[in-house]
């Protein structure tokens, strides 16, 4: 028994440090925490509230159900809404409501149900996100990782931004 618990713990080391191989940039550090919460929340009915951007589906689903009804973007603003693609990773895609723009790629979010294990389901606040597209254009990130207390290698892409402003309703008084 002891020696399964060595040689898992050994493959466990060396998935890790593989893992870290897959990037040319190493961890980025910045701490923050998440909140006590009473139960399992995720992140759409999370950034809804949040945002006040009323949208339904998965996260991956809220970049074409935006349009023609609030502003879409490449560029964040606080209170936006950053939408991640579905892909092997994110079987769901993911949203995050952006709490406040660093840099031109660097922005803080809040957003629910990002981490695995024990954290899973809860709400996580000013987390960092890194853009890391060729383009500057936030269409490639990479996100705070909480196991790891830095930013993750793994890099997820992105449409982009929702801004909570509403096209419809201007639309409408224009009739």
Not at 67 to 90: E, I, K, M, T
Request: glycine letters at 12%; one cysteine or more.
């Amino acid at each position: 028994m002891a020696g399964f618990i060595l040689r898992f713990g050994l493959l466990a080391l060396a998935g890790g440090l593989l893992s870290a191989c897959g990037s040319t940039r190493g961890p980025i550090s910045a701490g923050h925490g998440y909140e006590a919460s009473d139960g399992y929340q995720s992140c759409v009915p999370y950034a809804r509230a949040r945002s006040g951007i009323d949208l339904r589906g998965d996260g991956w689903q809220w970049w074409d159900a935006a349009l023609g009804r609030y502003d879409r973007g490449q560029q964040p603003r606080p209170g936006a809404v950053l939408v991640l693609q579905r892909s092997s990773r994110l079987r769901d895609g993911h949203v995050a409501v952006v709490s406040r723009v660093e840099g031109p790629r660097q922005i803080r979010v809040d957003h629910a149900n990002w981490a695995s294990g024990g954290l899973k389901g809860r709400v996580a606040r000013e987390q960092l996100v890194v853009d890391v597209s060729p383009r500057n254009d936030w269409s490639a990130v990479r996100v705070w990782y909480p196991p790891i207390s830095a930013v993750g290698n793994t890099v997820f892409p992105a449409y982009g931004f929702i801004h909570p402003t509403r096209r419809w309703a201007s639309a409408a008084l224009v009739d």
